[in-house]
């Protein structure tokens, strides 16, 4: 069991032309701040199990076998607004009324986490490449907010109902484990990739904000790394898919979620590179689940922005490696956009170079 906290404090206000038409909303509105704060969850209401943005330069290049530990800080502000106009008939007592409200509400979120990831890479081929597996451990807090307000009217009575509501949670997040193959060819570098989620992080239905998922998912996909060490050329691309299971506590089932990370650098020395990364996000298919109450659902989002590496030799051991690097979302369509932050800091074996033997010298 992972030990968390949790901090929320709701608020709401209401005003209105008359008590009966503010008591009939309480509901709707209870329900319908519920329904637009779905973005602080999984892919229910926009954000998915795969992080966009995890692969990024360099991906599919070989690594030095042997234990080797990378600690990452995620940071993330995004928000999202929401403008629905729905007409219906909403019974009251026997009555039908005719019933006309537009709805719109704005969700600010930020997360703060931090990815602690021991990696072992062995030196025994598989299957002609280069095998390593990993864990991922995140740790880190997560704040959602959501403002609301409905505008309606009952038949000749107008009316205005705000709700406001504030959750907070720190604690452990879901297990990532990773099992990844490379192969080298020159200066041709592919990969290929399985992870999943092992939800056992801090979450609750009930909440807005997770750190989580709530269920479980299955993603694996490939990679490509062009590199040229004597140009200091490089660009990489890891495509991949995630098939998620149901939520058990909402009974809520995500669609299949595709993701494309880039990356595009120059050595500008031989441990001094810059350059450039992006993503792209698409689902593919259609949400379900007798919990969905928003129907198909399908969100997306697109990305790009700089990145800055150094390499650090530490010893004749060990070496270190630092990148950050930024991004500015755009094009978003059911998901929360904003802009996100990752530095990252790995620590490795050092490559070995060569000793060579001198031959023995032949005298006369």
């Known amino acids: 069991m992972l030990s968390t906290t949790g901090e929320t404090s709701r608020g709401a206000a209401r005003r209105g032309n008359g008590a009966v038409a503010g008591s009939c909303l309480l509901g709707l509105m209870a329900a319908a701040v519920a329904l637009c704060s779905q973005p602080a969850r999984a892919d229910e209401g926009g954000v998915s199990f795969w992080v966009p943005g995890f692969f990024g330069s360099l991906a599919a290049t070989p690594q030095v076998p042997g234990f080797s530990f990378t600690s990452i800080f995620y940071h993330t502000t995004v928000n999202a607004g929401a ?3 729905f007409a219906r008939q909403v019974p009251i007592g026997r009555l039908n009324v005719p019933f006309n409200a537009a709805f719109s509400s704005d969700l600010d979120a930020k997360a703060n986490i931090g990815f602690f990831i021991p990696q072992y890479v062995f030196a025994t081929p598989v299957l002609g490449g280069q095998a390593s597996v990993l864990m991922l451990i995140p740790y880190g807090k997560n704040t959602v907010g959501v403002d609301a307000t409905l505008t309606a009217a009952l038949g000749p009575i107008g009316f205005t109902v705000g709700a406001a509501r504030n959750d907070s949670v720190t604690g452990w997040g879901d297990l990532i484990p990773m099992f990844t193959l490379r192969w080298n060819h020159g200066v041709h ?3 290929t990739y399985v992870t999943g989620d092992v939800p056992v992080g801090a979450y609750d239905s009930q909440r807005l904000a997770n750190i989580g998922i709530g269920h479980g998912a299955i993603d694996g996909g490939g990679g490509y790394t062009y590199f040229n060490p004597a140009t200091g050329h490089e660009f990489s691309a890891v495509l991949g898919f995630t098939y998620n299971f149901e939520n058990q506590s909402t009974q809520y089932q995500n669609g299949i979620d595709m993701h494309l990370d880039w990356g595009a650098s120059q050595f500008v020395t031989k441990q001094l590179q810059l350059g450039l990364v992006g993503y792209a996000y698409k689902q593919l298919s259609c949400d379900s689940g007798s919990g969905d109450r928003v129907g198909c659902f399908e969100s997306q989002v697109f990305s790009i922005g700089p990145q800055i590496g150094y390499i650090i030799p530490l010893s004749t051991e060990l070496q270190g490696y630092v990148n950050l690097k930024g991004y500015k ?9 904003g ?5 990252t800091f790995m620590i490795s074996p050092a490559e070995q170079k060569p000793t060579s033997t001198p031959k023995p010298r032949i005298t006369k």
């Not at 979302?329 to 956009?337: C, I, S, T, W």
């Open 189 to 191: 570098n592919v990969m």
């Open 83 to 85: 403008d629905v106009a």
């Open 329 to 337: 979302e755009f094009g978003a369509e059911h998901r929360p956009d």
């Open 339 to 343: 802009w996100n932050v990752w530095l």
